[in-house]
């Protein structure tokens, strides 16, 4: 993606700025120029006939591969026979000549529906095909894919069936991010960040490959198994921030499973590389940014995921943000604010509208002003990027959205039905919808 060169105003809007309400917005090379300045408008000049402009939202954390991935099989909630999944496997065979990674894979199969081996070979027995219950507790396998697996049993459990499964190739990731990038900016969202495990060949992949492609701001939070394969990534020398303006490493993912000491370790060995850490609520990764805050001064902004109301006076004292997954502790938003913590907002492994979440927000008892600051302002200090994003000032990056109406004159439970007119990402239109 391209920083967009054209000055482009947009005039006769409701514009929320740092400074209050404007009428009128410009931007050149990516960056906003002026605001509420009238003289001497050039370049394009867009009407936006009374429409609402604000800071484009960020969503802070999706396993993105996953989710689009997911996108791509076959999803059987609505089979309720034998009969149902043949006929949706059918249709779902002849739909797709080249499945990703060469697999059929069918999820959600409900709970009451019983197949077998034999079902599947009915309809599929040329390629390999899974299928896999709602509860994700045991996948069904066709010849095929027993022999691909070089597994005897037809039944297997999701830890052996996808830690066997072939990795997405270079022009796999490329087709998902091509196919499923239109559906984040029409949502408003100018930049994600996609947590990815144990994708040591990614960063090259995405630079090389997806880059050009890509009409968001995508910062990649990296996770490792153990601390050998984190220093192995660090010994690399990829920092922080390093990338190129739409392709930022982000955080080290510290997951929770993690041993006690593989966890201070890797906490220690990022924290001293200068990485942001991203760690799991859980005592043991609280005390050791506790240890390296106070042994090692350095200007790192860590985060906690997932963190508990507990949690927040002692992230409050180590100046760490927080990170709150939908429908999982979003409820703790309030106390974060009350306590001042700053914390923004996952989708994690299913990409919501932030509109929609930012409706539940105000409907629980934030302010507006607070419940868009977790999508906007929040999102750009935790990520570091608060001088640069999360609100419109002149010489900010301009990476905003147009709304159909104006979110503070709105009851709460009628923001989520605001349409979304345009997403502009470094001043460049990537979603167009009404203007």
Request: aromatic residues 8%; glycine residues 6%.
């Amino acid at each position: 993606m391209n920083i967009q060169q054209e000055k482009i105003s947009l005039i006769n809007g409701k514009i929320h700025t740092r400074s209050g309400v404007a009428s009128n917005i410009t931007f050149e090379n990516g960056l906003i120029v002026s605001i509420d300045d009238e003289a001497g408008f050039s370049g394009k000049i867009i009407d936006l006939h009374g429409r609402t402009v604000l800071p484009a939202f960020c969503d802070s954390g999706i396993n993105f591969l996953s989710w689009a991935e997911n996108q791509e099989r076959l999803n059987l909630s609505g089979a309720h026979s034998v009969k149902d999944f043949k006929d949706a496997l059918s249709a779902f065979f002849q739909s797709k000549q080249n499945p990703l990674r060469g697999w059929y894979i069918a999820v959600n199969l409900p709970e009451d529906v019983s197949i077998s081996h034999d079902d599947i070979e009915e309809v599929i027995n040329s390629l390999p095909c899974a299928v896999i219950d709602a509860k994700n507790t045991h996948i069904i396998l066709n010849s095929a894919a027993m022999s691909e697996l070089n597994m005897p049993q037809e039944t297997v459990e999701p830890e052996e069936f996808f830690g066997h499964i072939p990795e997405l190739s270079s022009d796999e990731i490329k087709f998902l991010f091509e196919t499923y990038s239109p559906k984040i900016i029409a949502l408003g969202i100018s930049e994600i960040w996609a947590d990815f495990y144990n994708e040591k060949n990614l960063w090259g992949v995405l630079n090389d490959v997806i880059y050009d492609k890509l009409n968001f701001r995508l910062r990649c939070n990296f996770g490792f198994d153990n601390s050998a394969s984190l220093n192995e990534f660090l010994a690399s020398g990829l920092r922080t921030g390093d990338g190129l303006p739409f392709c930022k490493i982000g955080g080290i993912l510290i997951k929770d499973a993690l041993d006690q000491q593989e966890q201070k370790n890797m906490i220690f060995s990022a924290h001293l590389s200068g990485c942001q850490v991203i760690t799991d609520n859980n005592k043991s990764c609280l005390n050791a940014l506790e240890r390296v805050a106070k042994k090692v001064k350095k200007n790192s902004r860590h985060l906690v995921k997932n963190f508990a109301d507990s949690s927040l006076e002692r992230m409050k004292i180590l100046n760490l943000g927080g990170i709150s997954i939908v429908n999982q502790n979003e409820n703790f938003i309030h106390e974060a604010f009350m306590n001042g913590v700053v914390s923004s907002i996952s989708s994690a492994d299913n990409i919501t509208s932030p509109l929609k979440n930012i409706s539940r927000l105000v409907s629980n008892g934030l302010s507006v002003a607070e419940a868009l600051s977790v999508y906007t302002w929040c999102a750009a200090w935790n990520g570091g990027n608060d001088l640069r994003r999360g609100e419109l000032a002149v010489g900010n990056d301009a990476d905003l959205i147009v709304l159909e109406q104006d979110p503070f004159l709105v009851r709460p439970e009628e923001i989520s039905l605001i349409d979304i007119s345009a997403t502009f990402t470094a001043g460049c239109s990537v979603y167009d919808e009404k203007l």
